[in-house]
Antibody
Framework: QVQLVQSGAEVKKPGASVKVSCKASASTFTGYYMHWVRQAPGEGLEWMGRINPNSGGTNYAQKFQGRVTMTRDTSMSTVYMELSRLISDDTAVYYC????????????WGQGTLVTVSS | EIVLTQSPGTLSLSPGERATLSCRASQSVTSSYLAWYQQKPGQAPRLLIYGASSRATGIPDRFSGSGSGTDFTLTISRLEPEDFAVYYCQQYGSSSWTFGQGTKVEIK
């Protein structure tokens, strides 16, 4: 069982950046790709990108290219998602989720982090 | 980018009834890359089905997935009270992951 624990809720002003963390069980940290998926209030799920915790290699959704950065700290078994130039439409719950190397689905999810963008 | 369209938007059924949820893709999806999730209010999504038809660990056998190409189906054979939720399909293709917009299964 993989446990993913995300950082707490954030309130940011338009134009600012936010960095959300996702800490995984140490024994499984490098056993999965880690994705970030967001969900605006009352809306569906939207893929943002993924990071390979082993290599640090990333793939980003075209919509977020240039605005999102995903990094990892292997010593802390933690991945990070930073989103810059925030606008009100970025208000959402942000989830991290694991993808096994052998599959294309999200097996384990974090509890979600609410990011509110408001002036 | 492959677009997934789920139907119906809302399904109103009673406990014990059969639920059939559809997910249609804008172009062919490799079956092994199609998954279904359940989401309840205030919770993260939960994996139900992967590879179009394989149940995830701990998922009851009243949940089943089928389909290929551009048409996929999630079936709940007999609805239990805890099955009323929103369901999403998801696919991977061309280095991009996309979700359907969701089907809400509500109590009639």
């Amino acid at each position: 069982q993989v446990q993913l624990v995300q950082s707490g809720a954030e309130v940011k002003k338009p134009g600012a950046s936010v960095k959300v963390s996702c800490k995984a069980s140490a024994s499984t940290f490098t056993g999965y790709y880690m994705h970030w998926v967001r969900q605006a209030p009352g809306e569906g799920l939207e893929w943002m990108g993924r990071i390979n915790p082993n290599s640090g290699g990333t793939n980003y959704a075209q919509k977020f290219q240039g605005r999102v950065t995903m990094t990892r700290d292997t010593s802390m078994s933690t991945v990070y998602m930073e989103l810059s130039r925030l606008i009100s439409d970025d208000t959402a719950v942000y989830y991290c989720a694991t993808q096994p190397y052998s599959g294309s689905y999200y097996e384990y999810w974090g509890q979600g982090t609410l990011v509110t963008v408001s002036s | 980018e492959i677009v997934l369209t789920q139907s119906p938007g809302t399904l109103s059924l009673s406990p014990g009834e059969r639920a059939t949820l559809s997910c249609r893709a804008s172009q062919s999806v490799t079956s092994s890359y199609l998954a279904w999730y359940q989401q309840k209010p205030g919770q993260a999504p939960r994996l139900l089905i992967y590879g179009a038809s394989s149940r995830a660990t701990g998922i009851p056998d009243r949940f089943s997935g089928s389909g290929s190409g551009t048409d996929f189906t999630l079936t709940i054979s007999r609805l239990e009270p805890e099955d009323f939720a929103v369901y999403y399909c998801q696919q991977y293709g061309s280095s991009s992951w996309t979700f359907g917009q969701g089907t809400k299964v509500e109590i009639k």
